[in-house]
């Protein structure tokens, strides 16, 4: 099946610092999602973003689909970013969506 | 609208018990699925449903059973708890298999002693 890999598994920013989580995926995909998880454990959709680049206040994410991997980009980030950020991809038209291990964001005051 | 419900919140169970986990949402989505999160694993497909009457296993379907008689309720069924089934189970609706965003409910906590 697809692997999903995402970097950096951890990250310690100071908060107004800007940052960038990558995603990587092993084969085409024709969905690709997105998420924050808050410290309670809420999930929460970021972006819906298959390809191209879309902008929602501070944060951003561009996937390069011929290269098979994604970025999201945090600027100025918050303590409320804290949290963790999960990669997910579905590769086929049954729309099963595989998640990446994510990246655990913490920022500090 | 409620978007996506899950009850209980929290639940404890004995090893060999049986419990059904809810799943229910408001916006008419033919795709719904059930994850669990375990530490360290990310989130795992359990089983999925693309409509009323189908349904299919995802990575780590064993010891889990699932339904979906109406559009809007999708139960997550153990038929016998063992404690590698403790973890954080999430429910999920989109509104067609294809290319559309993934709404998540509150997550059901399950301990197995």
């Known amino acids: 099946g697809i692997q999903v890999e995402q970097s950096p598994p951890d990250l310690i920013l100071q908060e107004g610092a800007n940052s960038t989580l990558r995603c990587n995926f092993s084969?085409?995909?024709?969905?690709l999602q997105w998420f924050h998880q808050n410290p309670w454990g809420q999930l929460i959709n970021l972006f819906y973003?298959?390809?191209g680049t879309k902008q929602n206040g501070r944060l951003s994410a561009t996937t390069v689909a011929t290269e098979r991997y994604s970025l999201l980009y945090i600027s100025s980030s918050q303590t409320t970013d804290s949290g963790v950020y999960f990669c997910?991809?579905?590769?086929?038209?049954?729309?099963?969506?595989?998640f990446g291990q994510g990246t655990e964001l913490s920022v500090k005051p | 609208n409620a978007g996506v419900t899950q009850t209980p919140k929290f639940q404890v169970l004995k090893t060999g018990q049986s419990m059904t986990l809810q799943c229910a949402q408001d916006?008419?989505?033919?795709?719904m699925s059930w994850y669990r999160q375990d530490p360290g694993m990310g989130l795992r497909l359990i089983h999925y449903?693309?409509?009323?009457?189908?349904?299919d296993q995802g990575e780590v379907p064993n010891g889990y059973n699932v339904s979906r008689s109406t559009t809007e309720d999708f139960p997550l069924r153990l038929l016998s708890a063992a404690p590698s089934q403790t973890s954080v189970y999430f429910c999920?609706?989109?509104?067609?298999?294809?290319?559309?965003?993934?709404?998540f409910g509150p997550g059901t906590r399950l301990l197995v002693l």
């Open positions: 999920a609706s989109r509104l067609s298999p294809g290319q559309e965003t993934q709404y």
């Open positions: 084969d085409s995909v024709n969905n």
């Open positions: 973003i298959p390809s």
């Open positions: 997910a991809v579905s590769y086929n038209q049954g729309g099963k969506l595989i």
């Open positions: 916006m008419n989505h033919e795709y």
């Open positions: 449903s693309v409509g009323a009457g189908i349904t």
